[in-house]
């Protein structure tokens, strides 16, 4: 509902009356701002929900799996469905939307053991984090879309063994976390847009977007060409425990 009021008088009355209005204007003005936040934050989480699980990997996965099956018989069959069932499982859990990152990592581990199921261990993952690190909650399935991107992308056409290496730490109050592969980097109309840094991809912008709405413009993803060779994702996020470790801070018990 618009409501305006406006006034010619000049007197007190007058400027009590205009100010009134501008007044209502500004709060229908940041009514309006946080409805539309709110309603995007909602968007952003249904898409990046739907779009964990694509179809199509799914069918070519199972369809590997399957003739791994008939015509071997590999000691790994096993393995690898219960990747995918842990997969299927984190993608498909109810409850917040913060999960540890240790969840995260673990989800990207059995995402790398399907993809190497399926192209002879063509991919190594290498992690380095703190213990206390993997403790800390961060958004769901941040990590993954930057993952398969460098599956996807950042090997196309290398015949190499592919390494994606995951490290991080705390770093003046924020959680640094890296994504970085050793693959072909960024184009060079990519990785010179925005000083050589550019979120590139529907699904990386969507976890960029997905962090500032979550935490807050200051937070957010970049990725740009590693020093050597290969692309980094470099996630800025704020240090978040969990719901009862930050409880028996608060109060005081250790």
Known sequence: IQVTVHS????????????YDHMMRRIQELIRENYET????????????????NPHFLFNTLNAIRWMA??????????CIDALATMLKYSMSRGGEL?????ELDNINSYIYIYNCRYGNQFALETDLDREL???????????PIVEN???????????????????????????LY????????QNGEAEAQSGR?????????????????????????????AVCGTVAEFTLPVLRQKEEIDAESTGRG
């Open 198 to 226: 550019k979120v590139t991809g529907i699904g990386i912008a969507n976890v960029d977007a997905r962090i500032k709405s979550a935490y807050g413009a200051q937070y957010g993803l970049l990725v740009y060409n590693g």
């Open 179 to 186: 994504v970085e592969d050793n693959g072909c980097g960024l």
């Open 70 to 79: 008939i015509i071997r018989k590999a000691d790994n069959i096993v393995e």
């Open 134 to 144: 993997l403790e800390l909650q961060v958004v769901k399935f941040i990590l993954q």
């Open 99 to 103: 999960v540890t990152l240790k969840d």
């Open 38 to 53: 709110q309603i995007a934050r909602k968007e952003f989480e249904m898409k990046a929900l739907q779009a964990q699980i």
């Open 150 to 176: 460098a599956v996807i992308h950042g090997f196309k056409g290398s015949e190499k063994q592919g390494t994606i290496m995951i490290y991080g730490d705390v770093e003046n109050g924020t959680l640094k």
């Open 8 to 19: 010619n008088r000049e007197d007190e009355m007058g400027i009590l009356i205009n100010s």
